[in-house]
């Protein structure tokens, strides 16, 4: 078993082992279990919905989707649904679009998504981005990470305009979270004159956090550990959609909106995550990037069928990368949590921000590692400086992207007419720069 499991995802080949895959994908899970607060919080503006379902459908199809990143596209990737949309959709709804037209919008979109990976036309647009750009996401990732980590454990303030309430015991909870954190990560063990590194540091760091938690009153014991009330709560939400509506003509701005974030969402985290992993070739593509793009449009389509927004690849995924994750075998086993969150998902949910938010932060400061392959000479490092300083100031790497890429052909066009030392980029370089118009325009 242990050798097909090896031959099939390549385990050994990229560095791993099996334990460790499977450790990093409990730790990508303990970080992205927020979701399932955060989609339920989202979500109950939107009258009439079954919070409950909303909850077990996310991590149904985040089990689901993120099970087919890794059997399909073996990378340690995860998919879950992206956390603006939520907000829109329910939004939508709540301004009197039918709950089946809102999420007809998502449906259409992935349809849309899918048609565009399967001819390959995703994959073309990313090749034409920049090397610098490429590689010098996942910095742009790595600080996003980092400040998303000290907003959710109360550090800093969501404007980061100064530090949070240390006399907060939630607050207080989160140093203790992040020294350990930070300790289980860089201490090196001694042992017959070799250095070993803490096997699963982050997630010992998330569970000994939520533990010391309990004492301190941040963390709340539920009374009953077990969901109950699952299949008919699914029921409530899953399998209402409406495309005839969707296509009206009010709700194609809508839908082009859903298609730029999505396609720029995966665009960022997949590179950043390829990066991290040591799976980009020299010129910074990154080869499995087309079956990705085929996963997160399938999952998007099965996510708006089960009541639940876009679907897309999820920066936390660096969690278990970290933890030395490299496979799909990481997002197997992250799978199988998400699962057993339905059952227990009380339990799971009892896990601080504090807890997850300090490893974010850990996970931020590796991912920094990823920019020593990039070009600092000042007119190449230029578009890569604007998409880190916006990423990080505007709190939305989609946006870092798409202005750093607006810089690069401004740049380009300038440095070809000017000094004629570079070529003018091709025609999906520019198609790439009308997206990011769309972008900014919805």
């Given amino acids: 078993m242990k050798q097909k499991l090896d031959n099939y995802f390549h385990i050994s080949e990229r560095g791993s082992n099996i334990s460790t895959e499977l450790i990093a994908g409990l730790t990508t899970f303990a970080t992205m279990a927020y979701i399932l607060a955060y989609m339920t919080s989202a979500m109950s503006a939107a009258p009439g919905v079954n919070i409950t379902g909303v909850l077990l459908c996310t991590?149904?199809?985040?089990?689901?989707?993120?099970?087919?990143?890794?059997?399909?596209?073996?990378?340690?990737?995860?998919?879950?649904?992206?956390?603006?949309?939520p907000n829109l959709v329910a939004g939508l709804i709540a301004d009197g679009t039918s709950y089946e037209v809102a999420f007809g919008t998502v449906l259409v979109s992935g349809i849309i998504f899918l048609l565009i990976s399967v001819f390959k036309l995703r994959d073309m647009f990313t090749r034409s981005l920049p090397k610098n750009i490429k590689i010098g996401i996942g910095g742009a990732v790595g600080l996003l990470i980092a400040r998303i980590?000290?907003?959710?454990?109360?550090?800093?303030?969501?404007?980061?305009?100064?530090?949070?309430?240390?006399?907060?015991?939630?607050v207080q909870l989160s140093l203790i979270g992040l020294a350990i954190a930070l300790l289980l990560t860089y201490i090196r063990v001694d042992i017959?004159?070799?250095?070993?590194?803490?096997?699963?540091?982050?997630?010992?760091?998330?569970?000994?956090?939520?533990?010391?938690?309990?004492?301190?009153?941040?963390?709340?014991?539920?009374?009953?550990?077990?969901?109950?009330?699952?299949?008919?709560?699914?029921?409530?939400?899953?399998?209402?959609?409406?495309?005839?509506?969707?296509?009206r003509p009010q709700y194609i701005p809508f839908i082009i909106m859903l298609l730029v974030n999505d396609f720029f969402g995966t665009l960022g985290t997949g590179l950043a995550m390829a990066n991290k992993c040591g799976l980009l070739d020299e010129d910074g593509n990154f080869p499995g990037f087309g079956k990705l793009f085929l996963v997160d449009a399938s999952a998007t389509i099965f996510g708006s069928l089960m009541g639940i927004s876009t679907v897309s690849s999820y920066a936390e995924s660096a969690a278990g990368i970290e933890?030395?994750?490299?496979?799909?075998?990481?997002?197997?086993?992250?799978?199988?949590?998400?699962?057993?969150?339905?059952?227990?998902?009380?339990?799971?949910?009892?896990?601080?921000?504090?807890?997850t938010g300090s490893a974010l932060v850990i996970v931020g400061i590796s991912m920094l590692e990823t920019m020593g392959g990039v070009d600092f000479e000042a007119s190449e490092f230029l578009p890569v400086a604007v998409m880190i300083f916006?990423?990080?100031?505007?709190?939305?790497?989609?946006?870092?992207?798409?202005?750093?890429?607006?810089?690069?052909?401004?740049?380009t066009v300038l440095r070809h007419f000017i000094s004629k030392e570079c070529d003018l980029p091709e025609w999906p370089a520019w198609a790439l720069g009308v997206l990011m118009i769309l972008y900014f325009v919805f």
């Avoid at 980590?149 to 939630?170: A, K, Q, R, V, W």
């Avoid at 010391?212 to 109950?228: A, D, H, L, R, S």
């Avoid at 709560?233 to 969707?246: R, T, Y």
Wanted: neutral net charge; charged residues 10%; proline residues 4%.
């Fill in 59 to 85: 991590a149904f199809v985040t089990a689901v989707s993120s099970f087919c990143s890794g059997v399909i596209a073996n990378l340690p990737i995860a998919m879950a649904p992206v956390l603006v949309i």
């Fill in 149 to 170: 980590g000290l907003n959710s454990c109360g550090l800093i303030t969501e404007g980061m305009s100064g530090f949070g309430d240390l006399s907060n015991p939630s």
């Fill in 192 to 247: 017959n004159g070799r250095k070993y590194k803490v096997k699963g540091a982050l997630i010992i760091s998330i569970v000994a956090t939520t533990i010391i938690g309990i004492p301190m009153g941040v963390v709340q014991v539920p009374e009953n550990i077990f969901t109950t009330g699952a299949i008919s709560a699914m029921a409530d939400v899953s399998f209402k959609v409406d495309i005839l509506g969707a296509l």
């Fill in 323 to 355: 933890s030395g994750g490299r496979t799909g075998l990481t997002m197997v086993s992250t799978a199988f949590f998400f699962l057993l969150c339905m059952l227990f998902s009380p339990l799971f949910l009892m896990i601080p921000g504090a807890a």
């Fill in 390 to 411: 916006v990423t990080v100031f505007m709190n939305d790497y989609v946006a870092g992207i798409a202005l750093g890429m607006f810089v690069y052909l401004i740049l």
